[in-house]
């Protein structure tokens, strides 16, 4: 709470907040007395006969009599401090009738006064003198000692406490049912909890003197869609029983759950529960709307009066329907039961899904049925119903109604009794001519009673509908006070003829789920539940009878009222709702009520002339105190209880009993005499601002505040307009908005569209309505307790109201533009009648002789002007502070969001009445198809402000703007632009002397001409706003606010189109990005026959990377293809699936393929698997290309032309032909040479595959030949004429000439696979090899990297983070011109191993697509020792070709041979191997540049298994032989080996250095070790097979070299120079040892790839050694 230090008040006596007024009853003489305390006072709770007060700091006061203190005085004390409480900061305070109770900051209680109850929770003491701790332990808790729940407030009756902990769980001690505990045992000395509320939100408590009441937040989601239940779901028992007595049968509901809260209600005292039998129902029967609720009884019993006449039942237990005689009754709680509306079946929290109108038809229908089977039971209320269709029928369905007709004397026998009962009969008595009441029944009864129930009938059985889905608050008396007179006007009379009225529709007028954000921390809750327990002999409890309860139950009839605080007095409760309103019931033995019923055992409403709005209740033993709002700000009270005289002491509390038996009520009449409903103080005003009242006892205390600089004054305002306003809006909607609503016909006179908006506007309404009156609720509570600015929700959650307002508005926008409140003149002619007062008077309207129609929009816009309402309020707080103060400008900030608001909302309205004004002038037809209804007009040019250019004379050309779409009307078209894709620009006018302007659509261009430079610049600006708005999303609520405007919106803009010309894109929707018209940037295309771009625009093509899907008709599936684009075709690299199955992955152009591509046709399974690799020209195979047919087993490699094989090529077969040759028509065709497995070969003419004809050469695999003319088909019998030769045996020429052949009739290297050479320079920007600019290829290639890493970034999951960071660096442009040194040169090497490594950058690129070449080349049936010979002259073709680019990108690199200087201190790198490549003793003058040295360690070891794989099958007889001699000489120990080779003695080693007896120590050599000799050189050499690059080969030769000399160099203790016959030997030796597999391989690899420039140097003899050894060991001859 702030205190403001501003000037003391009028009477100087210091303080201005919290001041304490204090009087007893009412009489004219009475005046209050202040209190004088030194601080302000906070909270007062009063006792019979002394009060307890909280002052600011913390501290507590106590004064009156006060007997538990020791010190007593007789005379009632003056406010004395409570001590024990000092240093401890009270936050709440409360008081019973003779005890007291505080709540500390940290949730801590204190209790002191009477105890001899347990009333103070502590054990042994009859009295507490002072505040003493009382703790609450919560033994749920698993912690050790228990925990203890701290405490939010208290409240304290007569010999019970009840505590609200945080955890809005409630706690209660001391004695009585009061306590809701069900103990055995009383008092209960100990704070136990009370489970029966358990797991529900409590807001708040209050305890009468013997009874309790607790405010309940509703339980989570309102669905009324439970299911009917019959078992409790926890402990499974019946819910309803039966029981059998001698004469009467018992119905009960009163099942208690010992588990937990169940949803029943415990009757209180009613029988024991005896042995219970089970009451079914058939589920076929629809079951009692009240019967399915919550557990309602179907009857419950009192004592019987035997006189009572048997024919008239009644039947009441906590105000439910219920079923007597097989009728349906409607007890006084539930009037509306067969409306639906209030009674909780319909909206409760936990209600059912209650019948349809139909429903309850038939089931009255056979509820009547029941009526013949019982004759004595028969009564005249059947005659009484009025419903159509006949409620008798001859045959009786329901079990459960058979059960109840035949029970029916007997109950009617017990239950008559029971004071409250009302039945329908006698509601009907009463609304009805007294002639219809004309059969059976005792008339004298009905007359007798009829006045009482006359009262009781004021009931809130609020007119409501069958609306199903209205829940919670709306069906809450929305309808309240209509045009009956008194209190009559709270039942219904439709409810009569509901039950013939067809079914009706459902709106829910409330926020359904989460429409207001309803934090529960941030708006209070209105969707609340009242429950009470305790006594009820005065029908305190408010369940309709005068029963106690042992534990808390639900007073149904409060629900949906939107109680928001309870207060009980000693005998008698008060609720009040978030409407301001007052329900009572208890004792009304003083008038405490506030309304004529005594007593009233159901809540009634006080009686309180029209717009006075109570905000604040108290109860004191026998009257009760009104805070309200009249018509100032002031706030004013109302009393209503004891008159009292002065001087006069009260009585005993003699409690006014009333006995059933005549039925009129005795009052006993107290001196003074009571109020006979509320009645205003007069000297309320004089107390100045009030902010709550307290009663307790006889007294009467008021808080208030003086008005210091128009603060509280403010506040007080603020809060009181809320409150109007959310009862102005209550009216509406239960007026105006529900009963339009039910109006069975609205949706057929309205039409669909109409109807749906008016359904949104209602919703919407009703959202705004919740806001408000949790809003109202909030401000009431801020004025009872704080009176801060900070606690003010509307400065905080400012959106949450601003949005509220907004939606609403637009919905009201949205129902006027299309003509809604036209529409809704006749309905609501129907429904209030020609002369709409009651339109007048809600719209707040003056002006005479408006149309109905008008009435209705200004009602509906009416809560918009309340934001004004809002700015002015919180301006005038604001100017209570210092303008520097946080205050200040929380407030002046709030205020100018809801001015700039207002404005908002005024130019919308004004846009909204613009154009419904224009849709009345225009011509029909268009209207139907352009009304939208959140579209608004904002210029048109029917003036000829605007003429389109070049037009014909007689044409109309009207242009029409919208917020969303640009209409260009003529005569009987128009045409749609919508504004998104519109662009506008302004015509230079000195060029043409015309005030043109340019409008650009995807489709069209418009010239427009305005009339005037003024008339250019308005549309201009109007347009350009209008697309800005279009474009921000905010068309329809823009809200803009004063948002300054853009001179224009942006030219480049995402937005969605439809073309409509005709051309490739006809009826295809664009959506994406666009730039002045044309789509540009990322976007989606779909044509209307399911084709779909999705990709990069430019210019309105697609252009960029693209994916496209085209759906085949005939196979049912889509083509597919994703890759790049250029000017609307595919172009450049990309993949197409076919439908057909087959994929191409490549390059297009065009749309067709073109360049490099890869044709995958069908799977393994189908028909013709297949793998076409190579070059496209115009989409048909032209070019060099492989041709894997994997079903046939051939592979083609060669020339083709239109998807033929044509010119020279080359087929293996997997049976090991081989041909190559000619081809001409697909076919081979030609000369051509033909080898098979076993070396037979034919060199001549064929004429198809493998059929020969002509003339050639046959030769065997022996050499024998035969020449001559051949015919006929390979392996399948040829006809040969010719001549047959057996060479001479010496004559080995021709097996030479022979090998040498293969080769010369293929395609040579240097032309396959061109087309992927070409890509690699088209990508560095040449148009052919080596012609062009290395810079232009280096910024190409820095683009590729940078738009390449971009698209990856989007989808990082593609690269790991090492791959990214190699693009980092190789975006980096390297220093590519200057002399090349050693170091540039290794810079060069590195950065080439990068480049090859991404396939982003082209030279990777280029590398994978020739790694893949070439494996699918030599792969699979590829793998023919035939083709090594072609594999290695590829490989050393793709290193001359990457060359070519590499000195292109680096145009000071050396070509190939040439010489780069050695810096002079010479690094021998080790992974440069290649550079020994002089003998050692020579200095090195240089490094020869050689492709392979640059390039074959970065594509050798990507090729190197399908090449080795090649070198083994060549070399596979020689390796086997070879093999085989290893494996024999292995077998030698060492030494006999060494001996065997004829390694000199001297180099035999005499001892070995081990690991395994002792590290260190040598070991002899004998005769038998193996394998120990030249070991380390052994091991070396072994390496040579996990090493790819012959260079990398030569390395390991020179290392095992260099290990046998330091070997050798060891044992003879000096430098050793070999020579070749010392070295061989050896050498030999430690080749056998090291068991090469393919040796041979191995050797040809190097010897065909190896470099040039090393061959005559030291690598070159070591290599030529290690031949030598591999020739030696093949021809070895071991004797």
């Known amino acids: 709470m702030e205190t403001q230090s501003k000037s003391s008040g009028d009477d100087g006596s210091g303080g201005e907040r919290g001041l304490l007024h204090s009087w007893k009853g009412y009489s004219y003489s009475v005046t209050p007395e202040r209190l004088l305390l030194p601080r302000p006072v906070l909270q007062v709770a009063l006792g019979s006969q002394h009060g307890v007060l909280l002052v600011e700091g913390g501290q507590v006061y106590s004064f009156g009599e006060l007997p538990w203190k020791q010190s007593q005085v007789p005379e009632p004390t003056k406010p004395t401090l409570e001590s024990a409480l000092s240093g401890q900061r009270v936050v709440t305070v409360a008081a019973g009738s003779f005890h007291s109770g505080a709540v500390t900051e940290d949730g801590g209680i204190h209790m002191w006064g009477e105890n001899s109850a347990g009333q103070c929770g502590l054990s042994g003491l009859s009295t507490v003198p002072n505040p003493t701790p009382v703790a609450l332990q919560d033994l749920d808790t698993v912690t050790v000692p228990p925990q203890m729940a701290p405490v939010l407030e208290l409240a304290c009756g007569e010999k019970h406490t009840l505590a609200l902990s945080v955890q809005r769980e409630v706690w209660a001690w001391g004695s009585g049912c009061q306590l809701g505990l069900n103990a055995a045992v009383f008092p209960v000395w100990k704070p136990q909890k009370v489970e029966h509320l358990a797991g529900r939100y409590v807001l708040q408590v209050a305890c009468g003197a013997s009874h309790s009441l607790a405010l309940v937040r509703c339980l989570g989601s309102y669905d009324g869609h439970r299911p009917h239940v ?69 009857a419950a019993t009192t004592d019987a009066d035997p006189t009572s006449d048997p024919s008239q039942p009644q039947a009441s237990e906590e105000g439910k329907a219920s079923l007597v005689n097989g009728v349906l009754q409607a007890s006084d709680s539930d009037t509306s039961a067969l409306s639906g509306g209030e009674s909780d079946a319909v909206a409760g929290a936990k209600s059912s899904p209650y019948p349809d109108e139909q429903a309850v038809k038939d089931y009255l229908k056979k509820l009547s049925d029941n009526t013949q089977t019982d004759t004595k039971a028969s009564g005249g209320l059947n005659a009484l119903l009025p419903s159509p269709g006949g409620l008798i029928s001859s045959t009786p369905t329901s079990a459960l109604n058979n059960l109840v007709a035949s029970c029916a004397s007997a109950v009617g026998e017990r239950v008559a009794s029971t004071y409250e009962a009302l039945s329908l009969k006698k509601m009907m008595n009463f609304y009805l001519p007294s002639g219809a009441s004309r059969s059976g029944g005792s008339p004298g009864v009905v007359d007798n009673s009829a006045e009482r129930v006359r009262q009781e009938d004021s009931m809130q059985g609020k007119k409501s509908s069958s609306t199903g889905d209205i829940r919670e608050e709306e069906a809450e008396g929305l309808r309240r006070r209509l045009s009956l007179p008194g209190l009559l006007s709270q039942v219904s009379p439709r409810l009569l003829r509901k039950a013939g009225r067809p079914k009706m529709r459902a709106v829910a007028l409330t926020p359904l789920g989460g429409a207001v954000p309803e934090d529960h921390q941030v708006l209070p809750t209105l969707q609340t539940e009242v429950w009470s327990w305790g006594h009820g002999e005065h029908g305190q409890l408010g369940h309709g009878d005068n029963l106690a309860r042992l534990q808390p139950l639900c007073i149904k009839s409060l629900n949906n009222k939107e109680v928001v605080r309870v207060a009980a007095g000693a005998h008698h409760s008060l609720a009040l709702t978030a409407q301001s309103q007052v329900f009572s019931w208890g004792s009304n033995s003083s008038g405490q009520l506030g309304h004529m019923e005594s007593p009233s055992t159901v809540p009634r409403l006080a009686k309180l002339s029209e717009g006075i709005r109570v905000w604040d209740v108290s109860a004191g033993e026998r009257h009760t105190l009104l805070l309200a709002d009249g018509d100032c700000i002031q706030p004013i009270i109302y009393y209503s209880g004891q008159q009292v005289k002065e001087g006069e002491e009260e009585g005993g509390n003699e409690k006014a009993l009333h006995q059933q038996g005549g039925g009129e009520e005795e009052e006993e009449e107290q001196a003074g005499g009571y109020t006979q409903q509320p009645v205003l103080l007069p000297f309320c005003m004089n107390l100045g601002y009030v902010s709550s009242v307290f009663a307790g006892g006889r007294r009467c205390v008021a808080l208030s505040d003086r008005n210091v600089m128009g603060f509280i004054a403010s506040l007080h305002e603020l809060a009181s307009a809320e409150r109007r306003f959310y009862c102005k809006l209550c009216n509406v909607k239960s007026q105006i908005l529900r009963p339009l609503l039910e109006l069975e016909s609205l949706s057929s006179a309205l039409g669909q569209v109409i109807f749906g908006l008016l359904q949104t506007l209602a919703s919407r309404f009703g959202r705004l309505c919740h806001l408000t009156g949790q809003h109202a609720t909030s401000l009431t509570a801020n004025l009872r307790r704080g009176r801060e600015v900070k606690s003010l929700l509307i400065l905080e959650h400012t959106s949450i109201f601003l949005d509220c307002y907004h939606d609403y508005c637009s919905a009201v926008g949205n129902f006027q533009v299309m003509g809604g409140f036209q529409a809704l003149t006749k309905p609501s002619v129907d429904l209030f009648g020609k002369s709409p007062e ?48 946080t205050e200040y400008q929380k407030l002046q900030d709030s205020c100018s969001k809801f001015e700039a608001s207002v404005l908002q909302l005024k130019r919308k309205k004004k846009e909204a009445d613009y154009t419904v004004h224009f849709w009345k002038i225009f011509p029909g037809k268009m209207t139907d198809s352009l009304r939208k209804p959140y579209r608004r007009l904002i210029c048109e040019s029917s003036n000829k402000s605007l003429t389109l250019q070049n037009a014909g004379r007689f044409s109309v050309n009207w ?11 003529q005569f009987s078209t128009h045409h749609i632009f919508p ?34 430079p003024m008339e250019k610049a308005k549309w201009l600006r109007s347009i350009n706003q209008a697309v800005d708005k279009a474009l921000s999303g905010k068309g329809q609520d823009a809200a803009s606010g004063s948002s300054v405007q853009k001179l224009e919106p942006p030219i480049s803009r995402t937005a969605s189109y439809t073309f409509y010309k005709e051309g490739r894109l006809k009826d295809a929707t664009y959506d994406g990005r666009w730039l002045s018209g044309k789509p540009n940037g990322r976007g989606v295309l779909k044509w209307p026959d399911g084709r779909i771009y999705t990709g990069a625009f430019k210019n309105g093509l697609e252009d960029g990377f693209g994916e496209f899907v085209a759906p085949n008709k005939t196979l049912n599936k889509n083509d597919h293809y994703q890759g790049y684009w250029k000017d609307g075709k595919m172009h450049g690299l990309g993949t197409y699936r076919y439908a057909s199955g087959e994929v191409y992955d490549g390059s297009f152009q065009e749309g067709v393929r073109h360049g490099h591509g890869m044709l995958r046709s069908g799977k393994l399974n189908t028909s013709s698997p297949s793998v076409f690799i190579g070059q496209w020209l115009q989409d048909k195979k032209t070019g060099y290309g492989v041709f894997d047919d994997i079903t046939k087993g051939e592979k083609y490699m060669g020339m083709w032309q239109d998807h033929q094989r044509q010119g020279t090529g080359v087929v293996v077969t997997q049976f090991g032909l081989y041909y190559e040759g000619a081809f001409k028509d697909n076919k081979m065709m030609g ?75 293929c395609v040579c290297a240097e032309d396959k696979w061109q087309a992927v050479f070409e890509e690699c320079w088209s990508q560095l920007g040449c148009e052919a090899p080596g012609q062009g600019e290395p810079e232009k290829a280096w910024e190409n290639i820095a683009v590729a990297l940078t738009t390449s890493r971009r698209h990856i970034l989007d989808s990082p999951e593609i690269l790991s983070r090492s791959h990214n960071k190699t693009l980092e660096s190789l975006e980096v442009i390297p220093q590519h011109v200057g002399p090349i040194t050693m170091e540039r040169y ?64 680096f145009p000071d690199l050396p070509e190939e041979g040439g010489l780069i200087p050695e810096p002079t201190t010479d690094l021998q790198e080790k992974n440069e191997p290649d550079s020994t490549d002089a003998p050692p003793e020579s200095p090195k003058p240089a490094r020869v540049v050689s492709s392979s040295a640059l390039l074959l360690p970065v594509l050798l070891p990507r090729l190197y ?48 250095r081990t690991s395994l007896p002792a590290p260190g120590e040598k070991q002899q050599v004998i005769s038998s070790t193996k394998d120990a000799c030249f070991a380390s050189a052994v091991e070396t050499l072994q390496q040579i097979s996990t090493t790819f690059t012959p260079s990398d080969k030569l390395q390991v030769i020179q290392l095992t070299f260099e290990e046998i000399t330091q070997e050798v160099q060891a044992l003879l203790n000096q430098d050793f120079l070999w020579s070749m016959d010392d070295l061989f030997p050896v050498f030999l030796y430690v080749v056998l040892r090291a068991r090469i597999r393919n040796l041979g391989s191995e050797v040809s690899l190097i010897e065909d790839l190896m470099d040039l420039c090393v061959q005559h140097g030291e690598h070159g003899i070591m290599f030529t050694t290690l031949k030598a050894c591999y020739y030696q060991i093949q021809h070895e001859k071991i004797t």
């Not at 242009?959 to 009307?969: G, P």
């Not at 024998?1264 to 047959?1284: A, C, I, P, Q």
């Not at 070439?1414 to 290193?1439: F, P």
Request: aromatic fraction near 10%; include cysteine; charged fraction near 25%.
């Open 979 to 1012: 504004l998104a894709t519109l662009w506008v620009e302004p015509i230079p006018e000195e060029d043409t002397g015309l005030y043109g302007l340019k409008v650009i659509t995807p489709e069209e261009t418009l010239t427009l001409l305005a009339s005037s």
């Open 838 to 885: 009651l339109l007048q008077k809600l719209s707040e309207c003056s002006e005479e002789n408006l149309t109905t129609a008008d009435l209705l929009v200004v009602l509906f816009y009416l809560p918009s002007r309340h934001l004004h309402e809002y700015s002015r309020l919180l301006l005038k707080l604001a100017t209570c502070f210092e303008v520097c103060s």
């Open 1231 to 1305: 000369t051509g040479v033909l080898l098979s497995e076993d070396d037979t070969t034919y060199e001549g003419e064929f004429s198809d595959d493998w059929t020969l004809s002509g003339k050639g050469v046959l030769t065997m695999a022996n050499g024998d030949y035969l020449e001559g003319s051949f015919n006929g088909e390979w392996g399948s019998g040829l006809k040969v004429t010719g001549s047959y030769f057996k060479p001479h045996l010496f004559d080995t020429e021709k097996d030479k000439t022979q090998a040498m052949k293969l080769g010369r009739l």
């Open 1505 to 1552: 298994p399908p090449l080795f794989t090649l070198y083994a099958l060549d070399k596979e007889r020689e390796d086997d032989v070879y093999w085989e001699c290893v494996l024999r000489l292995n077998k030698q120990p060492d030494l006999a080996l060494l001996a065997f080779l004829g390694v000199q003695q001297k180099f035999w080693p005499v001892s070995i």
């Open 959 to 969: 242009f029409i703007l919208f917020n969303d779409v640009l209409v260009h009307a």
């Open 230 to 298: 019959d078992k409790c779901g926890r402990c499974n028992e019946l819910l309803y029983t039966m029981t059998d007595k001698e004469d009467h049968v018992i119905i009960s509901d009163s099942h208690y759950c010992p588990l937990g809260v169940e949803l029943t209600e415990d009757d209180g005292k009613l029988e024991a529960p005896t042995p219970t039998t089970g009451l079914k129902t058939s589920p076929s029967e629809p079951v009692l709307p009240s019967y399915t609720s919550k557990s309602e009884s179907l």
């Open 1386 to 1449: 290794n810079a060069i090497r590195l950065y080439l191993i990068k480049a090859c490594d991404t396939p982003l950058h082209p030279l990777g690129r280029l590398l994978e697509t020739l790694v893949a070449v070439y494996r699918m080349t030599y792969v699979g049936v590829g793998a023919n020792r035939r083709l090594l010979h072609q594999a290695v002259s590829e490989i050393k073709s793709y290193l001359n070709r990457i060359f070519l680019i590499v000195r292109f990108l």
